[in-house]
């Protein structure tokens, strides 16, 4: 299987997103080497990861009011995850496998586009992600999304 390699492009510059991103391509790393034996434990390992990442992410857009679809997407992802996981370990390795060489596509998307964007909204209103303090508070957006069913960002 394909490694995924750590490149500029995802790199966007606020510094605690930077490396939970390269956590995440390390993991990637280990569930696309995994051999078969270990493939469900390396893909437990991801999933765990990948709650953390996407919960850290969630807290930063949750304290700013960060308008869009962000969390559906990460919803969304946790859930095919979820459900290939078990798939998999049913005996659905094909799935598995097959998870894997979509999700490098898939993570330089969301990061170029949806988190380029979180971070870029985070570093012009100054916040700091480790107080949660807001250097300028006048920047932030009144427009919020729901992500209720039938909503827009559904």
Same mark, same amino acid.
């Given at each position: 299987m394909k490694r995924m390699e750590w490149n500029d492009t995802l790199?966007?510059?606020l510094a605690p997103m930077d490396?939970?991103?390269r956590e995440f391509v390390e993991c990637y790393n280990a569930l696309a080497e995994a051999p078969e034996a270990d493939f469900?434990?390396?893909l437990d390992a991801f999933i765990a990861h990948t709650v953390e990442h996407f919960?850290?992410?969630n807290r930063w857009m949750a304290a700013v009011n960060f308008p869009g679809c962000h969390k559906a997407e990460h919803?969304?992802?946790?859930t095919v995850l979820r459900d290939v996981r078990?798939?998999? &370990?049913? $005996?659905?390795?094909?799935l598995g496998r097959r998870l894997v060489e979509e999700l490098p596509p898939w993570f330089e998307n969301? &990061?170029? $586009?949806m988190d380029a964007a979180l971070a870029f909204h985070l570093e012009t209103i100054g916040f700091d992600t480790g107080?949660?303090?807001i250097a300028h508070p006048e920047k932030l957006s009144g427009v919020s999304c729901s992500t209720a069913e039938g909503s827009a960002c559904g």
């Open positions: 790199e966007l510059g490396a939970t991103h469900i434990d390396c919960e850290q992410e919803d969304r992802v946790l078990r798939l998999a &370990a049913a $005996g659905d390795m094909a969301h &990061a170029s $586009g107080s949660g303090d």
